[in-house]
């Protein structure tokens, strides 16, 4: 059992830089896929970027790649989302997943199996 809680959202402004935390409930997060996911009102839930259960890959959405890092410390449980000049586009809701590791990271929001229960982050232009 993964429990996930999202810190960190607020507002930023278009260009500066925000980072989202999420929080695991134990030690057994380790050897999850993490990932992030954000929903805008009236899109469907998009994929952000996800990270393995070493670290040692990451990946990104499209429209993001270049602009937001994910990263993962295992001894504190937690999993990051730095977003670097942000765009009004970007604002969202957005929401940490876990999945137990597999080969094959998931861009699907149905391959998660945890959430949490998101954080909002607006972008001002």
């Known amino acids: 059992q993964v429990q996930l809680v999202e810190s960190g959202g607020g507002l930023v402004q278009a260009g500066g830089s925000l980072r989202l935390s999420c929080a695991a409930s134990?030690?057994?997060?380790?050897?999850?896929?993490l990932a992030w996911f954000r929903q805008a009102p009236g899109q469907e839930r998009e994929f952000v970027a996800a990270?393995?259960?070493?670290?040692?890959?990451?990946f990104y959405g499209d429209s993001v790649k270049g602009r937001f890092t994910i990263s993962r410390d295992n001894a504190a449980n937690t999993v990051f989302l730095r977003l670097n000049s942000p765009r009004p586009e970007d604002t969202a809701v957005y929401y940490c997943?876990?999945?137990?590791?597999?080969?094959?990271?998931?861009?699907?929001?149905?391959?998660?199996?945890?959430w949490g229960p998101g954080a909002q982050v607006t972008v001002s232009s």
């Open positions: 134990t030690r057994t997060s380790s050897a999850y896929t």
């Open positions: 997943a876990a999945a137990p590791s597999r080969l094959r990271v998931g861009v699907r929001a149905a391959e998660y199996d945890y």
């Open positions: 990270v393995s259960w070493t670290g040692g890959r990451t």
